[in-house]
């Protein structure tokens, strides 16, 4: 499977599970103004950066984070620092995030397991 087919194929997967309802920060609506859900990210996001020449983001979400997706525990694991390069409906060269392949829909952002949710001043 080729690198950004690879990508899409995970955050497609992504998309198929949600828990949590925390407050969506504003990387949350910058990912749904690509066209993806904003529950991709989990609710920890601490910052972000989108260069709009280059498309290249980066999301900090401080620590690493391990989502367990119900219902049938499925887990997610985010790296401290996500990036990769993002248009309209495609990410690319996506680094930071290793998942297992449920089948929902994200909706809302997830919680990571043991912290609480960012505040939603991002």
Do not use: W
Request: proline share 7%.
């Amino acid at each position: 499977m080729k690198p950004h087919a690879a990508a899409s194929a995970v955050l497609f997967l992504l998309t198929a599970a949600c828990v949590g309802a925390a407050p969506l920060t504003k990387a949350h609506h910058a990912l749904s103004s690509y066209g993806f859900p904003a529950g991709l990210l989990p609710s920890s996001v601490r910052s972000y950066a989108i260069n709009s020449t280059t498309d290249v983001f980066s999301v900090n979400l401080g620590s690493t984070c391990k989502i367990t997706l119900p219902p049938d525990n499925y887990l997610a694991t985010y790296s401290k620092v996500i990036t990769g390069k993002i248009v309209n409906g495609k990410i690319a060269d996506l680094d930071g995030i290793q998942a297992k392949y449920p089948k929902k829909n994200f909706a809302e952002a997830p919680d990571c397991e043991g912290r609480k949710p960012a505040a939603a001043a991002i």
